[in-house]
């Protein structure tokens, strides 16, 4: 769910100076993506303010909205990275994220099995169901953090795929035919045209697609990939706070690379936080009938 895991490659086929400079720089969460549930993930980036979910909430929620109006079937969406299904549950429950974070950080949460807390989590989400559901399909390379999520009931169907390394399997793609929103809050430094290829050319329809990408990372290799199946992708100017540096040394990085970039990092990076922009991708069409600040004031 944030850009610091390690299990993808740069889309020459190989590691970018990019990825290995951020692989040394940025501090490493790898320990907290597969457990079998999500208290490992809260308890540590709680402490770092991390906020990009919250921030999709939202989002995500006014996009669905703009691509199924007055419609009674649910919209389909795939989210990319989906860990134990966190963006799922905000978007489908009457639940925040600082909420979440004090769920799965209390005392109660602590003294309870892995098979104690999905117990209390169906119970906790389905009682906080919005009527307004999406159907989210997860696609994450963390297998238990994909099983939590489908176990609690946040996804609809939960696949443990890496497609920078292989190709979708035959479920995966039939999941992805109906799909008309594809998600990303964190890991897009680690994507490629290798994971995105392969699901455009699986899903029926046009689909839209809302990355929230670290100002760190570029997203040239994507939006190219994606214009091949006639997606315009926008940025919004507003960014989004991801979370606090663990230290200076993120820091040093995050205010070099910003800079490199042609950025500027006053009061953003240099205000101790990495940022986050929102890239759409859609339909030519689309982007005319809807601008994007209609979208995401």
């Not at 390690?6 to 490493?28: F, I, L």
């Not at 169901?129 to 999406?134: K, N, P, T």
């Not at 809050?185 to 697609?209: D, I, Q």
């Not at 760190?216 to 990939?225: F, K, N, P, V």
């Amino acid at each position: 769910m944030t850009d610091e895991r390690r299990t993808g490659t740069g889309a020459a086929g190989g590691t970018t100076v990019a990825e290995t400079v951020a692989a040394r720089e940025m501090s490493r969460f790898d320990a907290i993506y597969d457990q079998p549930d999500p208290r490992a993930y809260f308890q540590a980036l709680g402490p770092l303010g991390y906020r990009t979910p919250g921030h999709a909430q939202r989002v995500f929620r006014r996009l669905g909205a703009a691509l199924s109006p007055g419609t009674s079937e649910p919209l389909t969406m795939l989210d990319l990275c989906c860990s134990y299904g966190i963006n799922a549950a905000l978007l489908n429950h009457e639940v925040t994220l600082d909420e979440l974070y004090e769920h799965y950080t209390s005392r109660e949460a602590a003294a309870m099995s892995t098979a104690e807390l999905i117990d209390r989590d169906r119970e906790f989400f389905l009682a906080r169901r919005r009527g307004d559901q999406v159907r989210v399909v997860g696609l994450d390379s963390a297998p238990r953090a994909v099983a939590y999520g489908r176990a609690v009931g946040l996804l609809a169907e939960g696949f443990a795929e890496n497609l920078e390394e292989a190709p979708p399997s035959p479920a995966l793609r039939r999941a992805v035919r109906e799909v008309r929103l594809i998600t990303v809050t964190g890991g897009s430094s680690f994507l490629s045209r290798r994971t995105f290829r392969p699901l455009l050319c699986a899903a029926r329809g046009p689909v839209w697609v809302a990355a929230f990408v670290l100002r760190t990372s570029s997203y040239d290799d994507i939006a190219g990939c994606l214009a091949g199946f006639g997606l315009a992708t926008e940025r919004t100017a507003t960014t989004f706070t991801q979370r606090r540096f663990t230290d200076d040394a993120e820091r040093r990085y995050a205010v070099d690379a910003v800079t490199a970039a042609g950025l500027d990092p006053a009061g953003k990076e240099c205000d101790g936080s990495f940022h986050a922009a929102l890239h759409l991708s859609r339909p030519t069409s689309d982007v005319v009938m809807t601008p994007l600040d209609t979208l995401v004031p």
